[in-house]
């Protein structure tokens, strides 16, 4: 074990740091989810990102990235959030369907989609959910039906972040006739594509954050399936293991929003109530916990390993610090918590929407309960039911 | 960065596992508790000779000279089984400190003998009629004296496999070691007692595991019922985010910092909170057998209790890590830091 950095990993900070500090804008984006113009400000600092290389690290040049390891990524998104640089648009691309497109995708479909992905160019959405099939997902009723070269769809999706303003989406359609996790395939579709209609919805926070999706005999070619027909359900948990275990939720963000907690205290520790200190040092506590672990779970994928149903710990783990976290600040402003933004005694940062959007925390990416399942069956071994 | 364990430390963890997993099993601990025996001397015996008693101390005072990492590995295993004798107190703690003041000592060339310590941090002394040493405090100097050269009073523990003691002695009785360093035996009590919760709440889990497989309640076994799985699965969410820490803290402690010494502590909090929340759990998901003397969950119960308040209170601990957030540069770059690098 060394848990010191090498010199090639020192230099690898130094390198993100200065492009950072020369390319984040110095005024923050307006939100993906609030507007249009939000989210095309998002593709276009993707796209900044993407002149620089930094579209996605880990993938091979070849496809767009810069072919480093799971540490140096780790340090890549540090200075990423330490830089305060935007949100991350793409996420369900670069993060969800990128890795699992490495593993399961034909050398041309690489070469079509992860380039554009990279650079924001095409923006993705994960269309999973359907009104009946939430947490029990081999429940899906869209279906896949093979004409020649190509597919057509037919479905009703759900929930699926992003779409209202994304150009593509990774679906999960089954053939017409199969039943539960068989007969699944994961194909994509365009947003844009004749017979797809997509209605916003809006989060607890008033933002269009998410849309339903309907399909209406949409022709797709054939090379749009991910991985064999009928294998969804298998590549799809693959993907949810990206999504739980490492990928989505990198350890810096709780790291920054622990120490942008720990200067709210600083600052009000003379008027707020003493005994909320333990609750600050344990949001540093869970942040440093948390990023040990992924360090950790990165050492020993570039040693050999794969990730098991351990990912279900990792949910479990950076939702529940980040209710703790936020709820930690709002008990700290006390009465100003409750404050708008627009209210001219608001906080200079707004916790509140921080707390808001940590609630989803234990619903998306498999929601806490059915994660607990996934542990106790698979990691420790109790009967199903 | 390699945040992996070498094949070496691997190996040693494993044969520790083997020697005590059949050593040590919960008729052991009845057969203990039943003759009133504080120590398993065939146990012991096997221990010393597999060279556990030796992996820490300096290759100058006939040792190994391994790491913390090393021992922590084994700490953990004790932890598993609820290891009666004191080889993470003696061996981890005592036998280094000894080693650094005097190693030409005589106990330490008896590698049977157990070594007390009296620390400033614990006001009772373990297994201290036993020892062939103990080591004592007084204004920062240490001295050493054996178990007929000081008073003893027997101080009964919740744990029945913990002997605690209070230790009244006169200097003219003792002889002086001078300086030590009491603030690396108190990390490495903490760290060890850290290591051992690990262990603690594993056994715990896996205890309730084995029963919620086993025991049918309404036609099915009790473990296929969701609220009985979440019990457990929180609790092996505790242990997963414990773990990392521990074993960072352990490769760390040399540092001697501000961030290590912060490491340890939050080592010792969260791996003793997850030993104390799995032994809650496992208690909950026994039922009535839980709760009786018979089954064996109390015992990791009573040892995280036990090891909570031991070698640090969760309030010094907190403390320490207080002190790291508000001296030293936190962030998402300085999960690794060093307070030289930001001096
Ligand atoms: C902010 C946000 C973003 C999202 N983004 C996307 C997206 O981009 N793409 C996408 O496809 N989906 C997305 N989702 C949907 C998300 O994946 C689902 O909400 C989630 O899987 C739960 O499904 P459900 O909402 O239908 O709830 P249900 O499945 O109806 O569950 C309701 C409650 O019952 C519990 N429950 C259900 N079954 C069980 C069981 N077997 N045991 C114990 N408890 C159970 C659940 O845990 C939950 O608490 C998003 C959701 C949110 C909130």
Redo the contacts with the bound molecule.
Sequence with gaps: MDLTYTPEQQAFRAEVRAWLEAHVPAQPLEHYDATREGFEAHRQWEATLKQGDWGMVTWPKEYGGRGVDLIQWLIFEEEYYRAGAPGRVNQ?GIFLLGPTLMEFGTHEQKARFLPPMASGEEIW?????EPQ?????AGVRATAVRDGDEYVLNGH???????VFADWAFGLFRAPGTERHHGMSLIFFPLNAPGVTVNAIK?INGHV??AEIFLEDVRVPAFNRLGDEGQGWHICMATAGFERGLMLRSPARYQVAAARLAELWEANRDSADPALEADVVRAFMNAEAYALNIYQTASRLMAGAKIGPEASTNKIFWSEMDIHLTETALGILGPQAELTQEAPDAASYDWMDDYIFSL?GP????????QR?IIAERMLGLPRK | MDFTLNDEQRMFAETAQTLFGDTCTPDHWRKQMESGEARDDARWNAIVETGLTLLLLPEEAGGLGLTELDFALIAEKAGYVALPEPLAESAGVAAPLLAALAPDSEVLADPSATIAIQHPANPYVLDADLAGAIILHKDGEAYLATPDQVTLTREESIDPFRRLFKVEWDVANATPLGKADWDLALDRGALFCAAQGLGLAQRAVDLAVAYAQERQQFGKPIGSY?AVKHHLASAQVAIEFARPVVLAAAADIGKRDVQARARISHAKLVALEAAEKAAKASIQVHGAMGYSWEVDVHLFLKRALALKQYWGSPAFHRGRIANRMFTQPTGPDQTFARETENA
Excluded: P, T, V
Aim: aromatic share 12%.
């Design positions: 369900n959405a994960q269309a999973w959910s099939a939430g947490s029990d997902l999706k759900i929930w699926s972040s992003r779409a989060k954050g998410f989803a619903i998306y990416a498999g929601s806490n309960e059915i399942n | 969701q």
